[in-house]
């Protein structure tokens, strides 16, 4: 196919590759700090965001309820694993990903694909947004200290599987949130897509189990919103059985190919019908 | 060695069409109806390495259509290209590193960023080492007169000193061959003159292959000793710059301001009407009777100002293909 794919690499390339990035992230950092006052407003934006979802949870819990067999505690851990996400959103998701649909419209995309580099390699780590870095910390630090209180014993086992989970679930919501970008090549007009995604994925706040059975199946199957919080909060709070860290493991890997094999499709027709 | 080829290159796009309105577009939403159009039809030349080659034609004659297809962008729907030995639409690695495409109405440069934070991103897509993108950048920026403005955010810059940076970001790599679509669009005449020594000098000292449209003829004359005219996807005209004036510019574009408004009718003794505003007139008149017409002119009318220049390539390229002397 047109682009060169990973798999031919060999160490130069890769070398190559890990230089290009460099230069990338550090010309993205530059370019962001003449925006200071982006910081300020992402931060608030964040804080108001998880003090919503705690009050909601207070809320729930405080009556003596419980949200589908989750105390207060897991259920934070799950909070703190979608603060995270959303952490990764803002920084590398969102500025590369929804940057696509502009590339398309304006045509510079073709300076993309006219580069000796993978096209969706550029397309993804092109940009960094820095402002996100402090949401994956309060995310990351909520999910560690509420499965603490919750009673989890964390060995390395956990940690790498938890890990593994949480590399999965960035995998996934990347594949996800890149075929959707990727439609823009045929709508060209953005219908928001990235819009409706993160919606869906807001679901993702409370753990699976808390909702109806059939919006279970639908995050389970159709969007993996499952896999993005609430298995690796299973995970980190030793729950988690092997076999779903193996399935989460799988679907992020599956997620990852049909995002290579989609973006391929619609070059073919890009490159076939573009003016 | 041919490094460029095209042997009846074709390109036909598929179309909606759509009629207007909310009628049009609800009967557009159930049943789609499309139309090809054919916007290169069976084009076929050689370009030898080292050559400068001018495309000319006027606006949608197919000329983006085939730099894009020859630089690997779209895909051809008949005949074939073959660039530096490679199938441009497999877009392979080694292909790319050969061949650059700049396009006067897109950038590359990152908006926000001093050009040579772009440069070095390049670099490092090229796989350039440190000290080679130095001496690259250092010996394009000497020929391209830049210097602080590398460092300073590309949108503080100037249209040309803009242009002089997209230029260095795209010969960074220093490729074989350069396809440039409209490289001097809406630069002043200085920028237009200083972009085409430029490119004369890079051809001279790297021996690169350029294919160039414009639609500024200067560039073309300055440049090209080779004219490649396509009009309506077809190739009308593949030979030098002097065969095809001499074909196109019998004519000579009198501009004349008068002090009575006159209609048009009044002035078809004289030449043909290219257009007719009330006291501004402007007149195609045929070389060899140029004299005779102004003094007519002169004599006959009330005249203001009068001016005789050649006419723009475009309104040449319309003349000839109104009178069909080119088939």
Redesign the interface.
Known sequence: M???GLTALGM?GLL?YW??L???W??AL??QM?YQVNLLIEVLAMAGNLAGSLLLLWLIYGRGQQLGGWSLDAALVVLGIYTLLDGVSSTLLRPNLGAIVTQVQ???L??V?????DSQF?LSTRTLSPWGLPEIVTGLGLAIWAALRAGARPGVATLLGGALMLLSSVVILYSLWFVLATTSIWFVKTWNVTEVLRAALSAGRYPISAYPAGLRTLFTVVLPVAFLTTVPAEAILGRASGMWLLLSVAVATASLLFSRWFWRLALRDY????? | MAIIRAETLSKTYRVADKQPGLAGTLRHFVQRRHRDVAAVKGVSFTIEAGEMVGFLGPNGAGKTTTLKMLSGLIHPSGGMAEVAGHLPQRRQADFLRQITLVMGQKQQLIWDLPPLDSLRVNAAVYGLDDATARRRIAELADMLELGEELTRPVRKLSLGQRMKAELLAALLHQPAVLFLDEPTLGLDINAQARVRAFLADYNRRHGATVLLTSHYLADITALCPRVLLIHEGGLFHDGSLRELSSRLAPCRLVRLELEEPRPAAAFVSYGEVEACDGRDVRLLVERERLTEVVARLLADLEVRDLEVSDPPIEELIGRLFRQGAVT
């Open positions: 047109a682009t060169p130069k190559r230089r290009t460099k230069r990338f550090g010309s530059a370019s003449e304006q045509g510079t073709d300076f694909l006219l580069k000796p580099i550029w490159t076939s019908a573009s003016s």
